[in-house]
């Protein structure tokens, strides 16, 4: 502790002296006051063995100092449990969040324009519903996932002809078929009222008529068949009226 400055030249008369002496007055405290001390042991990166085996007691004056990590060679690396994150200033920050925006917009509006893309999300969503209700016997529904088959890659067919094409390879049979018959119904409508689609269509669902006698009672009452196939109409409408 640095006290105030003292002149020594005011105090002792017999020692003139035209100096100023600085006088320190160091706290009488020693090392042993620091023994029941603790502090966090070190860690080896990758590894849960302690680098020191026994605590190793410091000052408590040093604790709390950030502790670098280094690495020697090809030796393990040592660091602390607690890493602090690199200091970006707030203009490059502004700039990388920018640019970060920009991009997750772009990837998004080309996605919409994308019609595999759409395309395969609608399917999925209406294979979710399907599982969602023939769960136990969903081998009766879908085709192998390991059979090979061809899709067409034709950019100027229609949504419909996309969609149908993609199904067919995907349903098994008489499932396929009604789906298909399904989609055709739904394709035949105009725009205007697939904007407007407010209830169930019928359609041939004969297809169904055997997966249906092993639903339990409590999901047909649940959701009936109606207005399950409902939800999979709006999919497909949706998908249909895209323009790609």
Same mark, same amino acid.
């Given at each position: 502790?640095?006290?105030? /400055?003292?002149?020594?030249?005011?105090?002792?008369?017999?020692?003139?002296?035209?100096?100023?002496?600085?006088?320190?007055?160091?706290?009488?405290?020693?090392?042993?006051?620091?023994?029941?001390?603790?502090?966090?042991?070190?860690?080896?990166?990758?590894?849960?063995?302690?680098?020191?085996?026994?605590?190793?007691?410091?000052?408590?004056?040093?604790?709390?100092?950030?502790?670098?990590?280094?690495?020697?060679?090809? *030796?393990?690396?040592? /660091?602390?449990?607690?890493?602090? *994150?690199?200091?970006?200033?707030?203009? @490059?920050?502004?700039? @990388?969040?920018?640019?970060?925006?920009?991009?997750? !917009?772009?990837?998004?509006?080309?996605?919409?324009?994308?019609?595999?893309?759409?395309?395969?999300? @609608?399917? /999925?969503?209406?294979?979710?519903?399907?599982?969602?209700?023939?769960?136990? %016997?969903?081998?009766?529904?879908?085709?192998?996932?390991?059979?090979?088959?061809?899709?067409?890659?034709?950019?100027?067919?229609?949504?419909?002809?996309?969609?149908?094409?993609?199904?067919?390879?995907?349903?098994?049979?008489?499932?396929?078929?009604?789906?298909?018959?399904?989609?055709?119904?739904?394709?035949?409508?105009?725009?205007?009222?697939?904007?407007?689609?407010?209830?169930?269509?019928?359609?041939?669902?004969?297809?169904?008529?055997?997966?249906?006698?092993?639903?339990?009672?409590?999901?047909?009452?649940?959701?009936?068949? *109606?207005?399950?196939?409902?939800?999979?109409? %709006?999919?497909?409408?949706? !998908?249909?009226?895209?323009? !790609?």
């Amino acid at each position: 502790m640095l006290t105030d /400055c003292i002149d020594i030249s005011m105090q002792s008369k017999e020692q003139p002296s035209n100096y100023s002496y600085f006088v320190y007055n160091y706290p009488p405290t020693t090392i042993m006051d620091y023994q029941n001390t603790s502090i966090p042991q070190l860690q080896m990166r990758n590894s849960t063995d302690s680098v020191f085996k026994d605590n190793m007691q410091i000052p408590s004056f040093m604790q709390g100092l950030s502790v670098p990590s280094f690495q020697f060679n090809n *030796s393990n690396q040592f /660091c602390i449990n607690e890493q602090k *994150s690199q200091y970006m200033p707030p203009i @490059a920050n502004g700039l @990388a969040s920018y640019f970060n925006d920009q991009s997750s !917009f772009k990837v998004k509006y080309e996605s919409k324009k994308n019609r595999i893309i759409v395309g395969t999300q @609608a399917i /999925c969503n209406i294979e979710i519903i399907l599982i969602q209700r023939y769960f136990d %016997i969903k081998t009766q529904l879908f085709c192998p996932p390991n059979i090979k088959y061809t899709l067409n890659e034709d950019k100027s067919i229609s949504n419909m002809a996309w969609l149908k094409d993609r199904v067919k390879n995907r349903y098994k049979k008489p499932i396929k078929d009604s789906m298909s018959d399904l989609i055709n119904v739904i394709g035949n409508m105009n725009e205007q009222d697939l904007q407007q689609l407010s209830c169930f269509q019928q359609f041939q669902s004969q297809g169904f008529d055997n997966l249906e006698k092993q639903v339990p009672k409590s999901i047909k009452l649940e959701k009936p068949f *109606s207005e399950m196939m409902f939800e999979i109409q %709006i999919l497909i409408a949706q !998908f249909l009226i895209t323009k !790609f």
